[in-house]
């Protein structure tokens, strides 16, 4: 069985070719049950979440990921995220591969994010903004980067510190401007794309501050009680899903203004299935603002664990 590291399994999922094998994936589908998600007590700070996220190709190719999500790791200094990707034969039951999930699971969700980019930014979107400074977030700027010619990049987190060093850390590795913001509201009045990455329960992102045909990205608040924009840009934006099931059920950006009455399930356009069958047109005008929000999906992670299996193995 193979056992990929951290570094084999980056170096086996360039983002070119994952954003083409998510919608590949979109396109045909695969059996994805409804994945488990359990709050783990951690005394003393907030809850842990155990997710259980499995997936088949019918005789192809099965697998499933077991994540924990520990909020408190931030002031341990050590990722929010944990995980592991075990990849099976589909027709046999061998165990093929132990993919490293933390790694699996940054790229894949900015891959999501890209790949709805490529149907829902502006051609000509040029300037990124970033809103978080964890793992996911340095993977959003190579994938955006990977569909849209971007050209500066704007990092905003709680902490000016965090997001000054995670600049530095990032200048190494990019070959655009990139800067810290001054402030979240002047970077969001010129931002083209914005992808949030945290982990906050109250709005970040305020329709106040968003210029038409900006695309906003929304990759953080996987639980209901979380929240990164405002009801104010739900209401002026055309909003978009990775998946309709995971979104109305779990993701608060969307699950909130729902319950509020702020839109109702129609109102989201389309998800990641109907835009890359063609089912749905994307981006209509170069003045809309679009909206996409993701919780993640299990066949997104079989998509990346195929795609990484299949580069190593040659």
Same mark, same amino acid.
Request: hydrophobic content about 45%; charged content about 25%.
């Given at each position: ?53 499995? &997936?088949?190709?019918?005789? !192809?190719? +099965?697998? =499933?990921? #077991? ?7 931030? /002031?341990?200094? @050590? ?85 000054? &060093?995670?600049?530095?850390? !990032?200048? +190494?590795? =990019?070959? #655009? ?7 979240? /509201?002047?970077? @969001? ?126």
């Amino acid at each position: 069985m193979l056992l990929l590291s951290e570094d084999q399994t980056r170096q086996a999922l360039p983002f070119p070719d994952l954003i083409d094998a998510l919608a590949d994936m979109f396109k045909t589908g695969c059996v994805m049950p409804t994945r488990h998600h359990h709050d783990m007590e951690v005394p003393g700070e907030d809850d842990a979440t155990m997710l259980l996220m499995p &997936a088949w190709l019918p005789g !192809q190719y +099965a697998g =499933v990921k #077991v994540v924990n999500v520990v909020p408190g790791n931030s /002031e341990r200094n @050590l990722p929010a995220v944990a995980a592991q990707y075990l990849l099976s034969d589909g027709r046999t039951g061998e165990m093929l591969a132990l993919v490293d999930g933390g790694e699996l699971t940054a790229r894949r969700t900015a891959a999501a994010s890209a790949l709805a980019a490529r149907h829902l930014a502006r051609p000509d979107a040029r300037h990124l903004v970033i809103v978080g400074t964890g793992r996911v977030a340095e993977n959003l700027i190579a994938a955006h980067s990977a569909v849209r010619p971007i050209e500066q990049v704007t990092v905003w987190g709680r902490s000016k510190d965090k997001a000054a &060093a995670f600049v530095e850390a !990032q200048k +190494a590795n =990019v070959t #655009v401007n990139i800067g810290a913001a001054a402030s979240l /509201e002047e970077a @969001l009045a010129d931002a083209d794309i914005v992808s949030a990455a945290t982990l906050s329960t109250e709005p970040l992102i305020k329709g106040a501050f968003v210029k038409p045909g900006t695309h906003v990205d929304l990759v953080g608040a996987f639980k209901p009680s979380m929240r990164e924009s405002d009801d104010d840009l739900i209401r002026r934006a055309q909003t978009f899903v990775d998946t309709r099931d995971g979104c109305l059920a779990e993701g608060g950006d969307i699950v909130q203004p729902v319950k509020a009455g702020v839109i109702a399930p129609h109102d989201v356009r389309a998800d990641l299935y109907e835009l890359c069958r063609g089912e749905h047109p994307g981006r209509r005008s170069d003045e809309e603002i679009t909206l996409f929000k993701s919780v993640g999906a299990a066949l997104e992670d079989l998509a990346g664990a195929m795609l990484a299996y299949r580069n190593v193995q040659g």
